[in-house]
């Protein structure tokens, strides 16, 4: 299992969930992606894109104004 990181701290909807989509391509199955944010909108759009790419929301937290997603790849 692989981790990487995305960020798209500063862009705003729908960019980040466009990002979050195109890096998902680029990685393997049971790969982890951590993905920083500070759109608000990104905790509607990315847990809904993880629900229809069925992709796993394996964690979602705030903290300093930044969200935090991993997502893991299926």
């Known amino acids: 299992m692989e981790k990487k990181t995305l960020d798209v701290k500063g ?3 729908p960019l ?3 990002k979050v989509k195109k890096a998902m ?3 393997g ?3 982890v992606l951590n993905v920083e944010a500070t759109d608000p909108m990104s905790v509607i759009d990315i ?3 993880c629900s229809e790419s069925g992709n796993v929301l394996v964690s ?3 903290g300093d104004d930044i969200f935090h997603f991993e997502i ?3």
């Open 72 to 74: 893991e790849k299926v």
């Open 47 to 49: 847990p809904h894109y």
């Open 25 to 27: 391509k680029g990685i």
């Open 11 to 13: 862009l705003k909807c």
């Open 29 to 31: 199955r049971g790969d």
């Open 60 to 62: 979602q937290s705030q």
């Open 16 to 18: 980040p969930v466009l």
